[in-house]
């Protein structure tokens, strides 16, 4: 029996079954996140840059008329906007860490326009929004031609793409050095003042309004009609004068009420320590109190302390269902510190109708925080924190 062999026939190469696959490298999420950005920053930028020419040309066109300004300025709006979506972008396809700016005051229609006109960040979003077209005309073909042709070095040119988009959305969309954020900080908690000033006016007025002042114009009438009876009938003129005693003795308690609602005397003598103590006197519950400062601070800061504690043992009183409380103030550095605790049944909260807004807004005003820890069950611990100013510090009144 014969065996037949077969020769072999010679190959210039493997087989297409034996041929590796090409080889393409594996490319990181974040690599595909960067060229995702790359990608769509054509777009992008057409967008951005048709919006911001035409809000130039129809705002600075018009601004000869009555129009032209407050077009110009909804305009400038609309970039903060665009500018708030690229911030967006970035944070999400590019990992930047980068703080929104501070919002525009809320003011009537002149505020409005002039806070516009003149805002920083509105005309750095105007600025990104003009550079940005040719650049996102580069970066959209070196991506797309890196896709297909230079795939080995893409994630290295990305990279360095995304770098430079890094460096110019925190160079013109992030928000301004720390002098400027302080400045739109100040300008809105000026309102928050205002506010809350009118609001305490409004109160006091209509407290001597229903109070006192309704109170003396019955002691008037009484009176009046008291001195008609005196000759008539003695006794029910007598009477009448009673009753007016009276309620001169009730208009009195109401208007020390009113005063002490304005400035307590107890505070303007004797300090911090023992206007606390008063209001604690007072609460529904029993309070401690613990004061531990060795000087006075300013009458400002001092005065907002004691409002504060105050509404905070109001609350205590009313919502809290505690059977004890405490009071703690001390200085720490340049900011005095108050903290209420109470042992109720928690689940209080800034927004939870109980005054707390209104309180965290006046301390924010003065540059101060207000920070609420009560969870459901309780205990509630409520941190207030304010700038300490020394009292000798103050001008002369």
Known sequence: MTERITPAVP???PSDGDRPPAVRLALDPRTWREISHLLVNLPASIVGFVYVVTMLATGAGLAVT??????LA??????????????ARARRLLGLRIDEPSPLPRTGFFGWLWSSLKDPVGWRAVLYGLIRLPWGIVTFTVTLVSLFVLWPVLPFIARGLTNVDRAMVRGLLSPSDELERRIAELESDRGVVVDTAAADLRRIERDLHDGAQARLVNLAM?????????????DAAASMVDEAHGEVKLALQELRDLARGIHPAVLTDRGLDAALSAIASRCTVPVKV???LDTRPAAAIEG???FTVSELLQNVSKHSGARSASVDVWRTGDRLLIQVRDDGRG???VDGGTGMAGLADRLGAVDGLFVVDSPVGGPTVITAELPWRDRQNEPAR
């Open 74 to 87: 909804a305009g400038l709006r609309g970039s903060r906007l665009l500018g708030k979506l690229e911030r």
């Open 66 to 71: 009555v129009v032209g300004l407050p077009l």
């Open 290 to 292: 613990t004061a531990a």
């Open 347 to 349: 689940g209080a909260g």
């Open 11 to 13: 190959s210039d190469g």
């Open 304 to 306: 907002i302390a004691y």
């Open 222 to 234: 009484g009176l009046g009609l008291a001195k008609e009876k005196l000759l008539e009938d003695p």
